[in-house]
């Protein structure tokens, strides 16, 4: 299955951010110590949009961003995405580097993972970054919840988002 480059982020280190969620360390150590910004959450989301613009100016964008080869850390993924001059057009009209835009999305993924654990009896986390993002998702999510709807809408979210039953999205 591919997944996204935009989206590598969660699935290749969905492991370590379970074991950080739990307080078990994480193999990157930027994403334990990443705190949310609502200012950097609202970045990522007018960056996706200025993306989903060039996306359907440049359908073949899409499928550069879905490659994922040879991204095996964070570090990798910023450099994939500041080499690709549209993406690198869109964060910066966004006003957010690809270090933040990548770590954005992480932590709110964590944050929302966090928040369903909590919420099903889990223990809160007590690493104060994760302690910190939960509290922002939590005090923010009726934002939080508009902002995935409207990136949800989006060409171009849509086709970063890997299949479930691993068609590649040439076949969608």
Known sequence: MRVG?????????????????????????????????????????????????????????????ESDEGATSTADVFVKLEAEPAVRQALAAAG???????????????????????????PAPTAPAAAANLRLYRENRAELEQMTTRLKQMASWQALRSTDDGEDAEQE
């Open 5 to 65: 480059m935009l989206v590598v982020v969660a699935t290749l280190l969905a492991v370590p951010a379970g074991a950080a969620a739990q307080g078990q360390g994480s193999a990157e150590p930027a994403l334990e110590t990443y705190l949310l910004t609502m200012p950097n959450i609202r970045k990522m989301v007018v960056a996706y949009e200025k993306l989903n613009s060039a996306v359907a100016a440049n359908p073949a964008l899409a499928h550069k961003l």
């Open 96 to 122: 957010i580097t690809a270090r933040d835009f990548v770590l954005t999305q992480f932590a709110m993924f964590a944050a929302g993972v966090n928040d369903f654990a909590v919420g099903a009896g889990a």
